[in-house]
């Protein structure tokens, strides 16, 4: 499907057809707007669609990773187990979209590479690689904060004589069976991949500069008597979710953990270790593990006694026992640790012999070794400090014809994680700045708030008023974002892609409001109660 000058003018266009930009083209169709979605991949699926490599899961459990809104498919839509595989979350968003019939409205393998804001029309002008010029009262952006690939400059990577493949750029046409592979990065997606292909390859070789604290998955099958009775608590689930923090379905209780014996806070660590999930050690056992120094320390002790019980080898124990406190995105896995105990299965330490260069036969180290390889996997994440926006070909440019890049060039600057000052009619769904949650309900809690400001519009008469936040507004919201983060967690004592600061040469910025889906619904809130003002 392609655009053509019969259809010259949008009262919306949606740019990305993931979980956010399939929601939002939703809803914009149920208020009978006149709207398009393009979306520069193949299909649907946003970033789901492009980390098709191994062993790719989700860590929200899978009566969760999904919409709220649709309730028949809440309680029909098949999940056989208790967390989802990228390909099942790529077939659910698919029959989302031929379900709400909303495959007709989006417009593949077409990517927006400008968008410039017009003071003489109030429109947004909107250029695809294609050639086309969309123009756009409201411009609604879902590109995510995981998209952009970031890729590490390493002299040498042209050389290497076989595959070198970032794993949102997945080949599956090349077969690791049997091959010497090397995987630089351990974050979510390099635990994930080297999990997966570490029983079917000759040797693996996982390059570790900053060694996470993995918590066991617990990946089963549902019965259907589980599944019964959450289809019969759905709502209280849901309800239960709006008032609480993360909204990861688990009760967040606020003991402190020092307040507790010894014995006692073992006993609750040894609890979430045998339920599994990250998310669930961090915010299911103590309230304070996020933000209090001592009491993160202390969990922190417990996992890395767990990991050298795990793994045999004392050498790759050291390597993979994280120094620093629990701070960093939180990583799950099935066995990850249990890996290294294969002898053909090495653990590089590249804080003491950094990455030098890559040759022709594999990647050498300081220490003057050269790690033969076949294949080579970079899981080195992507640019989380705007990156999927400061990226975008030719720019973003609002009033004044100011970028984007430039607005954002000493920190990013939002309101609410939705709305840019001097950026007017632009809607943000699941931007920088947005809740640190369960990624659909932070979605559904945007779009459904951007969708209800659009009807008072219409309701008052005002359809043609210009969206924007004020300065001040802007500012206030900044600034409570990086006291979130200051007051609910530790994540500026190191540096990471919670901060921005994994892309070389970027200025660490706040990504997220850390206080949680409750007090984000409030501050929404208060917004609608006074009528938009400070928007309109």
């Not at 927006?112 to 952006?141: C, N, P, R």
């Not at 919201?477 to 500026?492: F, G, H, K, P, Q």
Request: charge should be negative; glycine fraction near 8%; proline fraction near 4%.
């Amino acid at each position: 499907m392609v655009f053509t000058m019969n259809q010259p003018h949008l009262d919306a266009l949606v740019i990305g057809a993931g979980f956010g930009g399939i929601y939002q083209l939703y809803s914009l169709l149920k208020l009978e707007l006149n709207v398009k979605c393009i979306e520069k991949a193949e299909g649907v699926g946003g970033v789901w669609l492009c980390n098709d490599y191994p062993g790719a899961t989700t860590d929200t459990e899978s009566y969760l990773y999904r919409y709220s809104w649709d309730k028949t498919d809440l309680q029909s839509y098949p999940w056989p187990n208790n967390y989802l595989s990228r390909d099942e979350v790529v077939g659910y968003l698919n029959h989302v979209v031929d379900k709400h019939c909303l495959r007709q409205h989006i417009c593949f393998s077409t990517e927006m590479v400008a968008a410039d804001w017009s003071e003489a029309t109030g429109k947004w002008h909107v250029k695809t690689d294609q050639g086309e010029v969309i123009t756009a009262t409201y411009l609604f952006t879902a590109l995510g904060i995981q998209t952009r690939q970031n890729i590490p400059e390493i002299p040498g990577m042209d050389n290497f004589r076989g595959p070198v493949m970032h794993t949102a750029s997945w080949d599956n046409n090349v077969d690791v069976v049997g091959k010497r592979v090397g995987v630089i990065g351990c974050g979510s997606s390099g635990v994930q991949i080297s999990n997966a292909i570490a029983p079917s390859i000759a040797e693996l070789h996982c390059f570790i500069r900053h060694p996470p604290f993995s918590v066991p998955l617990r990946f089963r099958p549902v019965s259907s008597a589980e599944r019964s009775d959450i289809n019969a608590r759905y709502h209280d689930i849901h309800a239960a979710q709006l008032q609480s923090k993360i909204a990861l379905g688990f009760e967040e209780p606020d003991t402190e953990t020092m307040s507790v014996t010894e014995e006692e806070r073992q006993q609750t660590f040894e609890s979430l270790w045998r339920d599994g999930n990250a998310f669930r050690f961090l915010y299911g056992g103590f309230g304070d593990l996020t933000r209090n120094a001592e009491a993160n320390e202390e969990a922190c002790k417990f996992m890395r006694a767990k990991i050298r019980s795990i793994v045999h080898d004392p050498v790759k124990a050291d390597i993979l026992t994280p120094k620093e406190l629990f701070v960093r995105r939180p990583l799950c896995d099935q066995g990850w640790y249990e890996k290294f105990n294969q002898d053909n299965v090495f653990a590089v330490d590249v804080r003491k012999t950094p990455i030098t260069a890559i040759e022709e036969n594999g990647i050498r180290t300081s220490d003057g070794k050269i790690h033969e390889l076949d294949i080579i996997v970079l899981a080195t994440g992507f640019q989380s400090s705007g990156g999927s926006y400061k990226t975008v070909r030719d720019g973003i440019k609002g009033r004044g014809g100011i970028s984007l890049n430039d607005y954002w060039a000493e920190e990013i600057r939002t309101f609410l994680g939705i709305f840019i000052h001097s950026f007017p009619n632009l809607f943000m769904i699941d931007g920088p700045q947005g809740p640190f949650i369960i990624s659909p309900l932070a979605i559904e809690t945007e779009v459904d708030f951007v969708s209800e400001m659009l009807c008072y519009l219409r309701e008052t008469h005002r359809m043609g008023a210009v969206v924007e936040c004020t300065r001040s507004e802007e500012s206030n919201w900044v600034d409570l974002c990086e006291r979130s983060a200051d007051t609910e967690t530790l994540v500026n004592t190191v540096s990471s892609w919670l901060t921005g600061t994994n892309v070389a040469g970027a200025k660490p910025s706040t990504i997220f409001f850390y206080s949680g889906l409750k007090q984000y619904r409030r501050h929404l809130q208060e917004v609608k109660d006074a009528r938009y003002r400070v928007l309109v």
